[in-house]
């Protein structure tokens, strides 16, 4: 049979070198694939047989080749967070995870074993509830969360230096020419948000996630404002504040390691960069119960937050995916609706404007990814493993193809309350 056939339903195997006949989770998986017809997969099977899946090349081509048959069983038991540790392990290979994931998620409608998926059956991940159990006990309660957020964020800041630009920007930037550096574009990032909260040298600006320091500094710097900024993790306050001391803006920016839902005062401007993820659904309307009583009458917040599509919304709050296990602990992505839901049910906040940056966030996981790639040595000389790198790696390219294909995206949107004219068209 040739390699170039193709059919709908039904995947091709060629170059037929073993009699061997495929195993139980073998034949399980093989027909969950059948009904993936959209792109094209090329399986390469350790006994040389290659089987391929889909009806054409023309949206996504990606080509995986398996090492050992414990493959099938990782997916037919734990599903996509079976691929993904079967990967880790090195039980398969690609040349291109991010082509992997991206036809993963172009048939994600007809996937069975991806978390999300509205064609979920028990026959692709029979053991799910192990994992749903896990992240139920991974709850952001006061203390739940600095335990989810040191995991991450504590792991090293020369680890996370090697993938990141100078300014240590671990956010979507914005690129608003071709051929923009990585700096140039987070800068820019920083920049809008500036100006959606249109800053002034009077502002106190509390900042809900400080990072490592890059956005506050670049406020205190640039507009002469007074930042409190508040982080769960010791590490980055640590570093950030070495920052601000070197910048000599110790007298105009201070990090916190504090809570959100602990701090007091009210605040001129209110800005938030990729943590609201790190919320949960039980506690969206707490902060924005919290963001509505700290902001002045007549203040502005601004938030960029990651957003999964509303249609999903409902599925991924009631399961665990990869990510949520292996990454970002007791995190879960929201969607505008939540989040609009939310912010109703808690205040009088009004929406004045809203950005959708996705595509930007696909083209700086991609820059990230190089750097990572290209700083491997250093990552080694940190005590880091190959367990940890093939981790990180596929933890990578899965948000850079999550962003491309548009199965998730990343926004501004800005809030002000009513009778507030301040802000322009």
């Known amino acids: 049979m040739g390699n170039n056939m193709l059919v709908k339903s039904h995947p091709i195997i060629y170059k037929n070198t073993s009699e061997k006949k495929p ?5 399980l998986v093989f027909k969950q694939l059948s009904a993936m017809t959209l792109g094209r997969l ?40 079976g691929f993904g540790e079967a990967y880790v392990a090195g039980l398969w290979e690609t040349e291109s995870i991010t082509e992997v994931i991206s036809w993963v998620l172009l048939n994600v409608e007809n996937a069975p074993g991806v978390s999300g ?52 920007t671990y956010s979507a930037a914005y690129f608003n020419r071709e051929n923009m550096d990585l700096q140039d574009a987070q800068l820019e990032k920083y920049e809008r948000l500036a100006r959606k909260l249109q800053l002034k040298h009077t502002d106190h600006v509390l900042e809900i996630g400080s990072g490592w320091g890059g956005n506050a500094i670049y406020m205190a710097q640039n507009y002469g404002c007074k ?44 800005v938030s960069i990729e943590m609201l993820e790190a919320v949960g659904h039980h506690y969206l309307e707490t ?13 502005i917040l601004a938030i960029q937050v990651i957003i999964c599509p509303d249609s999903r919304y409902h ?25 609009n839901k939310a912010v109703n049910n808690t205040g009088d906040l009004t929406m004045v404007d809203l950005k959708e940056i996705g595509l930007h966030y696909a083209h700086t996981l991609k820059l990230w990814l190089d750097q990572f790639n290209e700083n491997i040595s250093e990552v080694k000389k940190l005590g880091f493993d190959d367990t940890f790198i093939r981790k990180w790696r596929y933890y990578l390219c899965y948000c850079e193809a999550a962003f491309r294909m548009r199965n998730i995206s990343v926004i501004q949107v800005v809030y002000t309350r009513p009778n507030n004219t301040s802000i322009p068209m």
């Not at 006994?47 to 090349?57: P, T, Y």
């Not at 991940?125 to 040191?150: C, D, E, H, Y």
């Not at 900024?229 to 001391?245: G, M, N, P, Y």
């Not at 902060?287 to 509505?292: A, I, L």
């Open 117 to 168: 998926s509205k064609s979920q059956t028990f026959a692709t991940n029979v053991l799910r509830f192990f994992n749903k159990f896990s992240q139920n006990n991974r709850a952001n309660t006061l203390v739940g969360s600095r335990k989810n957020i040191s995991e991450h964020y504590d792991l090293n800041n020369d680890f996370f230096a090697t993938f990141l630009d100078e300014t240590m």
């Open 42 to 81: 090329d399986l390469n099977l350790p006994d040389g047989n290659c089987v391929i899946f889909g009806n054409s090349s023309e949206h996504v081509s990606a080509t995986v080749t398996v090492n050992d048959t414990d493959f099938f069983k990782k997916i037919v038991l734990f599903g996509d967070i």
């Open 23 to 27: 195993g139980f989770y073998q034949k």
């Open 227 to 270: 930042v409190t900024s508040l982080t769960l993790s010791v590490e980055q306050q640590k570093f950030a504040t070495q920052r601000i001391d070197e910048a000599g803006l110790s007298d105009r920016v201070q990090v916190l390691v504090e809570d959100y839902r602990t701090i007091n005062g009210t605040f001129d401007k209110i």
């Open 287 to 299: 902060y924005f119960k919290k963001c509505t009583a700290l902001l002045k009458r007549d203040g």
């Open 315 to 339: 599925s991924l709050r009631n399961g665990v995916d990869w990510i949520q296990k292996h990454i970002f602990p007791g995190s879960l992505l929201p969607s505008v609706s939540a989040i």
